[in-house]
């Protein structure tokens, strides 16, 4: 009875490697969807496939870039590559964009990331470019989720304070709706990386040849893959990574989309599973 009621709990608390995170404020929505009349933001589009990509994600990336482009967002260029690795391509992504900008052929503000099977709605990537350009922060990410049954965010708390244990990335199961808050690490699926961030990355101790701004170390005991050792190379450079817990995307897997839907259906189906056994 008593490890019953001690699993009861733990179904309404997170456990150690999970993590609510908290607000700073309210994005304002006015701003977040519609452009400053002084400018535009210019931007390129890194979409990287892996494998064949499915006709609803596809179909709703160029909704979405359609919607952005009539509000006030400059496509530059295409920066994506298909088929390659997930550290090459996404550092040929930043290093394309970055030859362009310092050769003085153009002004890039922001790499807006999008993988092959996101499904976005169609002000997703103008609500994101918007967001990041009013707020001055370098780094924003929307939420998606896992592809399988629990359908956890795919968004992250950095826990370093313990050194010289290794650091770690723990999984946020609570957020906040509709809220701009801090975050500790993400995957790359739908987020947007100022170009200033990404050359003051470069310039810094932290930053290495190999691997570069996205070295993949999964292969090695307690490794990551590329996008979370993006992030924790941010963290050293001094960098705050944001989420907007408004930006919902959906993550295609075979022929279903992972929403937050599954993910809280899958929470209180738990707690109901977990009541009965009492």
């Known amino acids: 009875m008593f490890k019953r009621l001690k699993k009861f709990i733990a179904t309404l608390t ?3 490697s999970e993590k609510t995170i908290g607000t700073i404020r309210q994005p304002d929505t ?3 969807e ?5 400018r535009e933001v210019r931007c390129v589009l890194s979409s990287q496939t892996y494998g064949p990509r499915d006709e609803v994600p596809g179909k709703s990336l160029r909704m979405a870039i359609m919607h952005a482009g009539n509000n006030g967002v400059k496509w530059v260029s295409d920066v ?3 088929g390659w690795g997930f550290s090459a391509a996404r550092n040929n992504a930043v290093e394309t964009t970055l030859a362009a900008v310092e050769s003085g ?3 890039i503000d922001y790499i807006v990331w999008v993988d092959s099977d996101i499904v976005l709605e169609p002000n997703t990537l103008t609500k994101l470019v918007w967001t990041a350009a009013n707020s001055g922060f370098d780094f924003f990410t929307g939420v998606y989720h896992q592809k399988n049954e629990e359908a956890k965010p795919v968004i992250y708390d950095f826990q370093n304070k313990w050194w010289p244990l290794p650091v770690r990335f723990n999984a946020c199961v609570s957020y906040p709706p509709d809220r701009i808050a801090p975050i500790g690490g993400c995957g790359f699926g739908i987020c947007i990386t100022s170009v200033k961030m990404l050359q003051y990355m470069k310039a810094s101790r932290h930053w290495e040849e190999i691997g570069k701004w996205f070295p993949d170390t999964r292969d090695i005991k307690g490794g990551s893959g590329e996008d979370l050792n993006f992030c924790k190379l941010a963290i050293q450079c001094g960098y705050q990574l944001y989420v ?4 919902q995307v959906g993550h295609h897997g075979g ?3 992972f929403t937050r839907e599954d993910f809280d259906g899958n929470r ?3 707690i109901r599973e977990a009541r009965e056994e009492v």
């Open 14 to 16: 997170m456990s150690s």
């Open 30 to 32: 006015k701003s977040a």
């Open 34 to 38: 519609a452009a400053p009349e002084f």
């Open 80 to 82: 994506s590559k298909n």
């Open 105 to 107: 052929q153009e002004r």
């Open 244 to 247: 907007h817990t408004g930006i």
């Open 255 to 257: 022929s279903r989309i």
């Open 268 to 270: 209180i189906e738990k």
